[in-house]
């Protein structure tokens, strides 16, 4: 079974921040918390990873907790093609199985 | 981009007949993996492969999967008798190094009838 508890859905209006909560109060210390999202049934797609600290790249960012029990995915400037189902995957390793949620539907609204 | 690609995109296949699907990943990756999802449920695990040899497998890939590096490139996943609840898309996966990202392909839609 999936490590992390998300909201099924979510609505974000265009342009605003939207912000995706996961919970994985499970984590191991050599875990890495990664997100993928998946376009209507496309293959998934990589967005961030991170261990401890916060991460940052051109698509979003990625913020998590000191105790790391939670993190929080940031997309800045939320557009009509982020329209998507969002997973919050623990892992020690992308190459190692990972295992998925339900995710979040995160649409977004004009 | 390099990214990695699956043929063919959609595949209909009578039940009990054999389908190998395709895929080429990026070409200087060295991990491969499949995973299949079934239409409205998660992507699950099938099995990633490793220096030419299955390093993980789900309860899944039973003796019906089986996987296949046949030339260096492609990579391809054989379903020897296919079953009804076999449809699904089935997404190929590759990663170069430890703690990367995986790289997905679209997809291949299988539909047994």
């Known amino acids: 079974d999936a490590k992390t508890t998300q909201p099924p859905s979510m609505d974000c209006a265009e342009g605003r921040a939207a912000n995706l909560p996961c919970n994985h109060s499970t984590i191991s210390g050599n875990e890495y918390v990664y997100w993928y999202r998946q376009i209507h049934s496309q293959g998934p797609q990589y967005i961030i990873h991170g261990l401890k600290n916060n991460e940052t790249n051109e698509m979003a960012s990625l913020i998590i907790t000191e105790d790391r029990k939670s993190s929080t995915l940031i997309l800045p400037h939320a557009t009509l093609r982020d329209t998507a189902v969002y997973y919050c995957i623990v892992s020690m390793d992308s190459n190692y199985q990972l295992i998925w949620g339900a995710g979040t539907k995160l649409i977004i609204k004009p | 981009e390099p990214e990695v690609t699956q043929t063919p995109s959609h595949q209909v296949t009578q039940m009990g007949q054999e389908v190998i699907l395709r895929c080429v990943p990026i070409?200087?990756?060295?991990?491969f993996y499949w995973y299949r999802q079934i239409l409205g449920q998660k992507v699950e695990f099938l099995v990633s492969?490793?220096?030419?040899?299955?390093?993980?497998k789900s309860e899944i890939f039973d003796d019906q999967f089986s996987v296949e590096r046949p030339d260096g490139s492609n990579f391809t996943l054989k379903i020897r008798s296919t079953k009804l609840e076999d449809s699904a898309m089935y997404f190929c996966?590759?990663?170069?190094?430890?703690?990367?990202?995986?790289?997905f392909g679209q997809g291949t839609r299988l539909t047994v009838v």
């Open positions: 070409s200087n990756h060295l991990y």
């Open positions: 996966a590759s990663g170069d190094i430890m703690n990367t990202e995986a790289f």
């Open positions: 492969f490793y220096n030419n040899e299955i390093s993980e």
